[in-house]
């Protein structure tokens, strides 16, 4: 017999308002517009000498911590290759073709992804997550699942598994 144990927080603990457009199919651009993103986090592991897998109020913590930092931004992938993004003093400059946005530096959350889809954001919040796990608590999961939702029944799932010897 195999056990699998997991720990799930999440949706209303974690809600992130941020304004956002992507690139797609390779050459058009979406207006600018905003989400109530919600994340979801689960963590699986064996059960540790407390006979759980990872404190729920520790995991709240942490996620919370992330999406903190991302809520009531502007979300600006920094890697995408046809959107460019300057830095000048104060203020952040996005454009793409003939459109151009200029955003206060203190309202913007510079991402180093290339799209700021529900993807994406699901595997930023992951890595973060998963380095402040290891830097808090020594410890790795097993798996990490991130799932953002950017409106009601519409979402994405990044998953991260430790790599089996």
């Not at 999961?141 to 029944?153: Q, W």
Request: aromatic fraction near 10%; proline fraction near 2%; glycine fraction near 8%.
């Amino acid at each position: 017999m195999t056990e699998r144990y997991r720990v799930r927080v999440g949706h209303d603990n974690f809600i992130f308002s941020c304004g956002h457009f992507i690139s797609f199919a390779g050459h058009q651009c979406e207006k600018l517009h905003g989400h109530n993103y919600r994340a979801t986090v689960e963590v699986d592991g064996p059960l540790g000498e407390d006979w759980y897998v990872f404190d729920f109020v520790a995991l709240k913590r942490l996620t919370l911590a992330i999406t903190n930092e991302l809520d009531h931004h502007m979300l600006v992938a920094t890697k995408n290759p046809v959107i460019h993004v300057t830095g000048t003093g104060d203020a952040v400059e996005v454009s793409y073709k003939e459109r151009r946005w200029v955003f206060p530096r203190g309202d913007c959350v510079l991402l180093d992804i290339e799209n700021t889809t529900a993807e994406l954001l699901a595997k930023f919040i992951a890595g973060r997550l998963l380095e402040a796990i290891a830097r808090e608590f020594g410890l790795t999961p097993v798996r990490l699942s991130v799932e953002v939702e950017e409106n009601v029944g519409q979402s994405a799932v990044y998953e991260w598994r430790q790599d089996y010897v």
